[in-house]
């Protein structure tokens, strides 16, 4: 176990849910520490694990004020320049002794080194101890790679804001920007922000649209895989917006973007540093999940986004049927 | 001394100068905590103090890291259902010694029942020294009441979205805004926003709005009198939009409105809940003040606006140099 | 007077008890300003007081939510190289003006010059007011001294993980661990993490112990003298980790390590930086003291520590009633 934190109210939404973000935090400093150790533990250059990417990552139940969140990670991959880890989390009533899983999440590390923050070192190999972990392990990182190269060019996309009132449950509405000027405790040792910060932030922007779209107590069921193309600096103002693209009878789908402008020291222009989708359940006072507002789409852009959400909800739902499945055979 | 706090980095901005917002925050916790204690000190309905409003401020001297702020605080006056306190701000250099003071500060509070929200309970009178003392107080008690009333008008505006690029230097350009989800710690025993907390969160949009204009290092150089016509509850979502209004060759003024959605539990609308104008200046590496680059103003509305800040700025230097002439009479 | 605060829902546990390691951290925060500013109080090099070692510290009664903590210190001896601060924390209802006692800490400092942080600096003498005041401190400048010596010895020890699942009430069962990457803002001025964040870690883990042992209401009773023998460094990570080791009929004895590890620059390897024994309490909703859970000790160790335990908590025991015969002397 790496890490055991008691939730507390700030943690928390007010019905008592710890925020999705806050548990995407506690995954990402785990998977910092231990990453970061492992790339260290040769000789050679003193490097920082900077976080790339994560997987798809499902919330399988909210944890509670109160409750004990137990958080391990584990390295399961190594190729020459990036790390793979994986990283569990428990919720422990302490009361009654009672865990359960709430998180398993997939992170992918790199390596920067500590004298020149734009050198990728290369990764001590790890110990198999099967052939096949190795081979799984490098199926794994072809396939995100492959991922990462189709992402980029989602980025070129803008949440245009909207003049004047706008209609309940139409994108408008519920649209939603912050801005965040980084500070030294969002920042590594390198002075560039943590993912998990980054992550915290666009949960919470996401987390306020739902509620603006539904006006009910919500909590985050998914994240779709982030990547983290660019790196943000200390002093930079990053701006996090979110739009809903998808509603299905118990679900919505919030895309989340996130600009950096690094203003004082550079002239370099702003940037798109990531993006992601985010999907978000209502719950009732008792915790079951409740109806959701179906989208009013618009433009023929809403639709189309509209459409896209609609394939990648019946894509996992396709998986998560097969996974059931397969578990179900003898 | 009411409070002793080193500052660290993360009161600070990347050059090592303390937010305004931080010590505004520091201010108004030795407010609350002395008004509250006075007015629970005679035998009579619980009560706690909830800021009414805050007069103009100026921040005499930037404060830096590793620097002790020393915050004092002293009841002024009181009227039937509300007391006046002013609080100094000390730097202290805990290496050398030395000490300057830097913000100064005058706050009114309004004790709240706490069994019954919407109660104002009766404040126990302050024994005064002298009969003056008394009769000043009453006269700034009379003038702030008057000035709540005026800005209560200015309350209708909203900072509309610019749509497409902006060009450097116009408002639109500038303008930032952030949503924050009002969490447990944010709150008073009653359950509402601490002024101080809203108070940080503007001054934190509004140093971005400078900061974008003049990209350089700023500091908050003053606020102009803040009134909180509205409390704003726990689990509300507060958007804080800042735009600027002037620019003297020195200085910056930004306006910034706080609205509030009290979305979760009840049917309320939207609301505007604060609004102030924080003045900002630039400082360059040896912390000599910048020129700022002029703002462009385009609509009639900006032209409009910019005209008042002018006049806000003449009025206020005025009343400078007439303090400076009376106090150097003999 | 030094600091005022207001005790905020994330100081405190589900039942609205402050942690133990909130109230340490304060205390500490205090002792940090007084002595820091009379070791630079005389013409000489700068510097800043390090924590070195903290005497054992009763918990006379938990302070809630909603209370104001009213810090004090005064310094109360100096040797040439060290200053001890007496601190007294206060807790104020400021509704009812109550107000009572809930800690007293004695808290040693060491000097360090700002330009060589291996340096340590002479202390200015202090004026005593009796000659007894001195022979007093002196006398506890010894004793201290001696028993620096002493807890060395014990920092050899480890916590082993368990492996599989463990019984109820045993060792294996409750003991926990967590991780923490220093950031800057847990860092003093040098660089080097305050000792008040490290007790604040320690609380935070005896707590999961002693809750995870008896699944109740826990709070802090005291903490035994923790001694700072190491430099933990910014960037570093720190493991701290706790175990049971005793309980009597209501009070239970965990003891936690602090290791660090100072990865990224440079070649030192992992190092003990403190150890110390916390007790705690198990509270039933009226906040009467509950009997707690006997441990149940397995192995050969388990038994000597516990044997341990139980010398430290009759001694400590004796020691009361003296003191307690003593004040009721004539």
């Known amino acids: ?83 793979e880890v994986q990283v569990t989390v428990l919720s422990e009533n302490i009361l009654t002794g009672a865990k359960r899983v709430t998180n398993k999440a997939t992170l992918w590390y790199v390596p920067l080194s500590l004298k020149n923050v734009n050198k990728v070192v290369e990764v001590p190999a790890m110990q198999y101890t099967h052939k096949e972990q190795e081979d799984e392990g490098r199926k794994r990182y072809e396939e995100q790679k492959l991922d990462r190269l189709e992402t980029k060019q989602r980025n070129g996309d803008v949440i245009v804001p909207v003049i004047g009132p706008a209609e309940p449950h139409t994108v408008g509405y519920s649209q939603s920007s912050l801005i965040h000027l980084v500070g030294p405790s969002d ?85 798109r540093a990531v993006s992601a989708f985010f999907t978000y359940v209502s719950l009732s006072k008792e915790g079951k999940p409740l109806p959701v507002p179906q989208l009013l789409v618009e433009s023929e852009e809403e639709k189309r986004r509209f459409e896209e959400g609609k394939g990648r909800y019946l894509q996992t739902k396709a998986k998560r049927q097969a996974q059931l499945q397969q578990a179900a055979q003898p």
Chains 1, 2, 3 share one sequence.
């Open 1 to 83: 176990r790496l890490l055991h934190r008691v939730m507390r109210p700030d943690d928390a939404n007010v019905a008592g849910n710890v925020h999705g973000g806050t548990v995407l935090k506690m995954i990402e400093e785990a998977g910092t520490i231990i990453s970061t150790r492992h790339c260290n533990s040769q000789a050679g250059e003193p490097c920082v694990a900077v976080l790339a990417r994560v997987e798809r990552t499902d919330f399988l139940s909210p944890m509670c004020i109160g409750e004990v969140a137990n958080v391990s990670a584990e390295i399961t991959y190594t190729s020459k320049h990036s790390v």
């Open 187 to 271: 920042c590594t040792l390198l002075g560039f922000v943590h993912g998990g910060v980054t992550m915290k932030l666009m949960d919470e922007v996401a987390g306020i649209v739902a509620a603006r779209h539904c006006k009910t107590n919500i909590v985050t069921a998914s994240v779709d895989a982030i990547n983290f193309h660019e790196k943000i600096k200390k002093g930079s103002v990053i701006t996090i917006s979110g739009r809903m693209t998808f509603t299905s009878n118990k679900s919505m789908e919030i895309e989340v973007f996130v600009d950096a402008d690094p203003f004082v020291d550079e002239p370099q222009e702003r940037y």
